[in-house]
C-alpha cells in the first residue's frame, strides 16, 4: 500500500514539472484589444520585445506602458517606432520580471488618441 501512495506521489510530482515547465517557458505571448477607434494585436517576445500591429485604425503613434499590480511594478511608458504603416515596435526593459501584467497601448492618429489595455502572462 505504502508503494503505491509513494509511486502515486512521485508521478504527480513529475507531472507537476512537466506542467510547471511549460508555463515558464519563454516565448512569444500574444493578445488582441479593441476600443471604439482602434483594434490592436499585441505579441510580446521572450527577449521582451512588444510588437503591435494597430489592425483597425490608422495609427500615427503608438506608446506602450506596463504595470504588475499584484507585486506593485510600473514600467515608465515606452514610444513605440513605426516598423511599416500599422506595425509598431518598442524595445525596453517593459517586462522585468515573469508574471501577469497589465500593459496599456496608447493609440494616436486620425480618429484621436485611445488607450487599449490588455492583460498578457510573460514568462521571461
Do not use: K
Not at 512588444?50 to 499584484?70: L, W, Y
Amino acid at each position: 500500500m505504502m508503494r503505491r501512495i509513494l509511486a502515486a506521489a512521485c508521478l504527480v510530482a513529475a507531472a507537476m514539472t512537466v506542467v510547471v515547465g511549460c508555463l515558464v517557458r519563454p516565448g512569444p505571448v500574444t493578445a488582441h484589444g479593441a476600443g471604439t477607434r482602434y483594434a490592436v494585436t499585441l505579441t510580446i517576445d521572450g527577449t521582451g520585445t512588444a510588437d503591435i500591429v494597430v489592425d483597425r485604425g490608422g495609427a500615427d503613434e503608438v506608446v506602450v506602458s506596463a504595470t504588475m499590480p499584484q507585486m506593485g511594478h510600473a514600467t515608465p511608458e515606452e514610444a513605440a517606432q513605426r516598423v511599416e504603416p500599422g506595425h509598431f515596435r518598442a524595445v525596453g526593459d517593459l517586462f522585468p520580471m515573469s508574471g501577469v501584467w497589465e500593459v496599456a497601448v496608447r493609440v494616436r492618429g486620425n480618429a484621436g488618441e485611445e488607450v487599449i489595455p490588455l492583460t498578457v502572462l510573460v514568462a521571461s
